[in-house]
């Protein structure tokens, strides 16, 4: 089993940056994918950031590209999401997903994930 841990949340301005961490533990794998999702109130969960374990492939949902980056740190197995310039539609609960099959590339949906944090909130007031 492993137990994804998501942290940085909070209340900030538009135009501020906050960055979100993804802590990892317990079983691990040697390959796999890593998405970070968000969901605003009456809205489906739609990914903005997800990469493949060694970087080869990532993507950024159009809105978010320019102000987001994904990066990882192997070695305290944690995954982070830097957002910067945000604005009040980026605000929504994000979530942190594993993917550990079929890892070649990012997938896109929900179901594609095989593990899921418990989400952190971001709000981000005009």
């Known amino acids: 089993q492993v137990q994804l841990v998501e942290s940085g949340g909070g209340l900030v301005q538009a135009g501020d940056s906050l960055r979100l961490s993804c802590a990892a533990s317990?079983?691990?794998?040697?390959?796999?994918?890593v998405g970070w999702f968000r969901q605003a109130p009456g809205k489906e969960r739609e990914l903005v950031a997800g990469?493949?374990?060694?970087?080869?492939?990532?993507y950024y949902a159009e809105s978010v590209k320019g102000r987001f980056t994904i990066s990882r740190d192997n070695a305290k197995i944690t995954v982070y999401l830097q957002m910067n310039s945000l604005k009040p539609e980026d605000t929504a609960v994000y979530y942190c997903?594993?993917?550990?099959?079929?890892?070649?590339?990012?997938?896109?949906?929900?179901?594609?994930?095989?593990?899921w944090g418990q989400g952190t909130q971001v709000t981000v007031s005009s």
């Open positions: 997903a594993l993917r550990v099959r079929s890892t070649g590339r990012v997938y896109y949906y929900t179901g594609d994930y095989d593990y």
């Open positions: 317990g079983r691990t794998f040697s390959n796999y994918v």
């Open positions: 990469m493949t374990r060694f970087g080869a492939s990532t």
